[in-house]
Every structure is written in structure tokens, then in C-alpha cells.
């Protein structure tokens, strides 16, 4: 596990909690935030790790593609309301996100190191209570399951999903 500080408070100044469309539930029955905070509230009271998924939901190919591969599969709803709490990081081209969300995705998109999409990492969020840092322990990434069979991409996904929480385990 990799930990990293996070530099919430000094990014924006505004508490992240004020940000729109804090949670959304589509139609499949999952739940995605889109502010790290309430993702936070929520893994915190749950103790599952945070599955926040970087996307280009406007422009990204793979992102659509795992959507309907994986995402909308029986398989990983179950396995997502079960054991994780669905963030989505957006970066679209063709509509603006407020800026405190913006601000945000970047923020973890830098954190993280991301360089391509789709990319989902599990980590847990802590607050450092001596300075204003929220620390990312990362348990581990994930992408479109490549040499997946297809029609089954969700299994290879969530036996790659499932070894990376194995190895987190607290």
C-alpha cells in the first residue's frame, strides 16, 4: 500500500462539501459521488475503500466501453454495493464541471499520477488531524481488463479488483 498526503484544503479553500451533484444513483442501482468528501463520509462510516474512477465521460471510447462491459453487468453491481464506494473523477472536453470539482479531479488526477483512461484506483481517505492534509493510502489500480474474454470482461475485472482488496485488507 502506497500512502500519499493530499492537499485538500490548500487547493480550493472551499470545503469540498458544497459541491453539486454530490451522489447520483443510475438506473443499475449504484450509487457514484462525485465529491471526495462525502465518498469519504461514506467510506468512513462503511470501512470500504473509495473506487474512484477516472473518466473522459464525454470523449473516452474505454471509458464507455467498461461502462457497458463491466459497469452495467449483474456481476459488478452486486460486487460494487458490496465492497466499494463509487467516485467518479470526470474530465470532459465538451461540458464544464464547477470549478471546485474540477479543482478536485485534478487534484486526485495528480495524486495519483494519471495518464490515461480509463483508470480506476481503490485507496482509503484519513485526515491528518496536525495539518489541514487528507492522506491517500492507494490499495491499487485497475483499467479495462485487457485479454479479458469477451462477453466476460466483469469476471476478469472483478478477480483483478478482488486481488487488490485481498492485499488491502486492514
Not at 447520483?24 to 473506487?51: C, N
Not at 482509503?124 to 489541514?132: G, L
Request: charged letters at 20%; aromatic letters at 12%; a positive charge.
Amino acid at each position: 500500500m502506497k500512502s500519499v498526503a493530499f492537499l485538500v484544503l490548500f487547493l480550493t479553500g472551499i470545503p469540498f462539501s458544497g459541491m453539486a451533484q454530490t451522489a447520483q444513483a443510475d438506473t443499475s442501482g449504484l450509487k457514484w459521488f462525485t465529491d471526495l468528501s462525502k465518498a469519504r463520509e461514506v467510506s468512513d462510516a462503511t470501512h470500504k475503500p473509495i473506487f474512484g474512477f477516472f473518466t473522459g465521460s464525454d470523449w473516452c471510447g474505454w471509458c464507455h466501453k467498461l461502462q457497458s462491459n463491466v459497469f452495467a453487468k449483474e456481476a459488478f453491481i452486486t460486487w460494487a454495493n458490496k465492497n466499494v464506494i463509487l467516485l467518479e473523477l470526470d474530465f470532459p472536453r465538451r461540458k464544464q464541471l464547477p470549478a471546485e470539482l474540477a479543482q478536485q479531479n485534478q487534484a486526485l488526477q495528480q495524486a495519483f499520477q494519471v495518464r490515461g483512461y480509463p483508470t480506476i484506483w481503490l485507496f482509503y481517505v484519513t485526515e491528518d488531524k496536525t495539518k489541514p492534509n487528507l492522506n491517500l493510502t492507494s490499495l491499487g489500480s485497475l483499467g479495462y481488463p485487457a485479454g479479458a474474454e469477451v462477453g466476460k470482461e466483469e469476471v476478469k475485472f472483478l478477480n483483478d479488483a478482488n486481488l487488490i482488496l485481498a492485499k488491502g485488507k486492514k
